[in-house]
Structure formats: structure tokens, C-alpha cells
């Protein structure tokens, strides 16, 4: 059985500091891993891709994830957040094609001026 | 521009009726999948399908069908036996190719309320 836990339901920071969305997974397989975006009432868009072939990977919008195994962890950074940040963001996991993606319950992300 | 159409985007519904919410894409893709959206709940999987002609029961299926007769339509019917409909719904599509998960792109969502 695989699930996805994101750690914090909300998260605060300053605009121009660092970012930092935790995602810890758990999966009997080599899991492809994936952090998506949702502003308000918008559907979800796709940040970054985990499937094995390195593991700091880089998205779209300066954030980046590094998958390490050994924690079970896929943590979500941008070093200098901007208002613009301020969203919900979504881990989520599979193993193969096939699999349905198991989503976390997301963590809502405040820019303070 | 290639992408997921949903409609409609707001919806009221009395109780006991059913609603269709439609999900059309012209991406080529062979997998889509409904998803429902509640506060701090994330994404709840309702059905997803593969292939054309064939799906399979999510999480929460109950109080939901659908159909997939065509490649790029997945519509989907809240019917009155589902006891809490009023929800943020998702539809998302996919590519079956390689190896590991595939990449799902979203539609702008529906917002269904039952009055």
C-alpha cells in the first residue's frame, strides 16, 4: 500500500525568504513522486516530476524537491518566496502507469508582505 | 491550444436530482479520472478509466457514475444517492506511456452546490 502525508496543513513566510513544503511517502515500490500548484478555484498544475532518474529535481518557477530515500521524504524548497507563491500545493504518488495517483491533503502557503 | 474542458463551472442542484458534470479533452490522452475536492481534505479519487469503454471505482465512488464511450470524453453523473455532493469537482487526464506514473493535467474544476 503506498500514502502520501503532507506535514503541515499551513505554512507562512515572509516574501524573500526560503520555502519549505514537507511531503513524506510510503510505498512497498519505487514510487514517481509530484508536487502540483492550485490557486483559488483553479484546477491543479504540475510543478516538478520525481521518477528515479535524479534525485534533486528541478520545477518550474524556482522550486525544486529532493527525493531521499532513506527519509521517505519529497520536500518542496524555493529559496526566495514571492507573493505570487501564495497557493495550495499538493504532493502526490504512484508507482506505475496503471496505479492511481494518491494525492496529500495539501498545504496552503501565506506570503506576508 | 490542447487541454481538459470542464463545464459547467458553477452548478446548483436541489436535493434529490441528479447532475452531469462534463469533462472533455483534446489532448489525446487514454487515461482520465474524476476527482472531488473538499477543504482540507485534498483530491478523493471517484473513478478513473484507462481505455474507452472500460473504468474502475476510485475511493469514493459511491453516489457517482460514469462513462467513457468516446476517448475524449469522461462525463460524470452525481446522482441523489449521494449524501453530501456539494464539492469542488476535478477532472484530470493522462498518457499511458512509460515507465512510472504519468504526468495528470487538470481542468479548471466545477463547483457543485446543492441547495
Known amino acids: 500500500a503506498q500514502s502520501v502525508t503532507q506535514l503541515d496543513s499551513h505554512v507562512s513566510v515572509s516574501e524573500g525568504t526560503p520555502v519549505l513544503l514537507r511531503c513524506n511517502y510510503s510505498?512497498?515500490?519505487?514510487?514517481?513522486l509530484f508536487w502540483y500548484v492550485q490557486h483559488p478555484n483553479k484546477g491543479l498544475q504540475l510543478l516538478l516530476k520525481?521518477?528515479?532518474?535524479?534525485?534533486l529535481v528541478k520545477g518550474i518557477n524556482g522550486f525544486e524537491a529532493e527525493f531521499k530515500k532513506s527519509e521517505t521524504s519529497f520536500h518542496l524548497t524555493k529559496p526566495s518566496a514571492h507573493m505570487s507563491d501564495a497557493a495550495e500545493y499538493f504532493c502526490a504518488g504512484g508507482v506505475n502507469r496503471d496505479d492511481k495517483i494518491i494525492f496529500g491533503k495539501g498545504t496552503r502557503l501565506h506570503i506576508l508582505p | 491550444d490542447g487541454g481538459i474542458t470542464q463545464s459547467p463551472k458553477y452548478l446548483f442542484r436541489k436535493e434529490g436530482q441528479n447532475v452531469t458534470l462534463s469533462c472533455e479533452q483534446n489532448l489525446n490522452h487514454d487515461a482520465m479520472y474524476w476527482y472531488r475536492q473538499d477543504p482540507g481534505q485534498g483530491l478523493r479519487l471517484i473513478y478513473y478509466?484507462?481505455?474507452?469503454?472500460?473504468?474502475q471505482k476510485g475511493d469514493i465512488a459511491e453516489g457517482y457514475s460514469v462513462s467513457r464511450e468516446k476517448k475524449e470524453s469522461f462525463p460524470l453523473t452525481v446522482t441523489s444517492a449521494q449524501k453530501n455532493p456539494t464539492a469542488f469537482y476535478l477532472c484530470?487526464?493522462?498518457?499511458?506511456?512509460?515507465?512510472?506514473?504519468?504526468?495528470?493535467?487538470f481542468g479548471a474544476g466545477s463547483r457543485l452546490t446543492v441547495l
Open positions: 520525481y521518477t528515479s532518474a535524479a534525485t
Open positions: 510505498s512497498s515500490y519505487s514510487p514517481s
Open positions: 484530470a487526464s493522462s498518457m499511458r506511456s512509460g515507465s512510472g506514473a504519468n504526468v495528470l493535467t
Open positions: 478509466s484507462q481505455i474507452v469503454n472500460d473504468f
